[in-house]
């Protein structure tokens, strides 16, 4: 029997994986394969637990039960149901848009640190992943669950255009900006999971700044309204003191002083709440009442007129239903939108961009107690 000798290559068995063409930065480097391992990774964690599916039913069942109480409740009220299409729509989206930024701060305030204390973060750092590419992966992989906690709410704000006075563009508006916010929370979790060595201290930063948001910019707004208010000569339209005795009152323009707040100072600190940038987006429904009564007009027109400021003339007749030229009913149409929503993307990306200098190895410096590997 014979052998034949077998020449063996140890160079081919050294040989590392070949390196992606092209050049690219090594920690802003990006690649949708490399977004799309990461968040698959992250996905296939999400899904494998049971929590996830319990978390979908009890939001798809608690929306579901408050929509129909708030829908219940509207209806005893307006008898009519002139209006209850478009209240109840507002209602809802208000309720969907609070549930979901209570639940998103939970999928990315731990998603770096939760990793690094498991041990799990160095073995994507080794890879030849950038860290801008585990950044956006576990971004996208947070926002496209939070989108299915939107997507579960669906129904029931189709349910509320079916009611009527709510036109199917507010629907397309409001899950596109929701989704939009969401993002934007997700990007704020993922910078202070990176910053924070603590899974809990990060959790509790990322749920202070979605209250700062929320919560607190109308408390700052009504604290500072001492402060813009003087005392100041006003145009007033209406009876005058003295002919208030007179057999016949009539509304005439006369000067008298008073209190005046000047909120086209503090405007902004409502622009930045989430709930008036969706309110303020949506297109408007067919309630022409003036003010609105429904929930996302009255928003949006209470805080353009805050925006505006002190009108030049100030209506006070009532006694007929004339009103001066520059009396409060004529009020700026521009959108206040943009402000909210560019402050929430410019907080988000922050966040993104304190995960990605985060992620770069080697690191210099390390937090006290903080695992390597």
């Not at 092209?22 to 494998?48: I, K």
């Not at 496209?144 to 029931?156: E, N, T």
């Not at 507010?170 to 990007?187: D, H, K, N, P, R």
């Not at 405007?267 to 709930?275: D, E, I, Q, R």
Request: charged residues 15%; proline residues 7%.
């Amino acid at each position: 029997m014979s052998v034949t000798p077998v020449d063996l290559d140890d160079d081919a068995a050294t040989t590392p994986p070949p390196v992606p063409s092209g050049r690219r930065s090594a920690t802003w480097g990006l690649t949708w394969h490399g977004v799309r391992t990461v968040a698959a990774l992250e996905l296939r964690q999400r899904v494998r637990s049971t929590r996830w599916v319990v978390a979908l039913v009890v939001w798809f069942l608690v929306v579901g039960a408050l929509t129909f109480l708030v829908t219940g409740a509207i209806g005893m009220i307006d008898e009519q149901g002139l209006e209850r299409g478009a209240i109840a729509f507002g209602a809802v989206t208000m309720l969907v848009l609070g549930l979901g930024l209570l639940v998103t701060p939970t999928l990315t305030s731990t998603a770096i640190n939760g990793d690094r204390a498991a041990g799990t973060l160095a073995t994507l750092q080794v890879t030849l992943l950038t860290p801008a590419e585990i950044a956006a992966g576990k971004l996208l992989a947070a926002w496209a669950a939070a989108c299915a906690f939107l997507v579960a709410s669906v129904p029931f704000l189709v349910l509320t255009l079916f009611l009527g006075d709510t036109p199917p563009t507010s629907l397309l508006a409001v899950l596109l900006l929701v989704a939009v916010l969401l993002a934007t929370v997700c990007g704020m979790g993922l910078g202070w999971s990176a910053l924070v060595s603590r899974t809990a201290g990060s959790t509790v930063l990322t749920f202070v700044t979605v209250a700062a948001l929320t919560v607190f910019t109308p408390m700052l707004f009504g604290l500072t309204l001492p402060v813009v208010t003087t005392t100041e000569d006003v145009r007033v339209y209406g009876v005058p003191p003295q002919g208030v005795e007179a057999d016949l009152m009539q509304c005439e323009e006369f000067t008298q002083e008073s209190s005046v707040s000047h909120t086209e100072r503090t405007w902004w600190l409502l622009g930045a709440n989430p709930f008036v940038v969706v309110a303020d987006a949506v297109p408007a429904t067919t309630d022409t009442t003036v003010p609105p009564s429904e929930p996302l007009g009255a928003i949006r027109e209470g805080v353009r007129d805050l925006r505006d400021g002190p009108p030049a003339v100030v209506d006070w007749c009532w006694i007929d239903d004339a009103s001066p030229a520059d009396s409060t009913a004529s009020h700026n149409t521009t959108p206040v939108w943009p402000f909210g929503l560019a402050l929430h993307l410019l907080l988000g990306a922050a966040g993104f961009a304190v995960a990605v200098r985060r992620l770069r190895v080697p690191q210099h410096q390390l937090a006290r107690g903080t695992r390597v590997a």
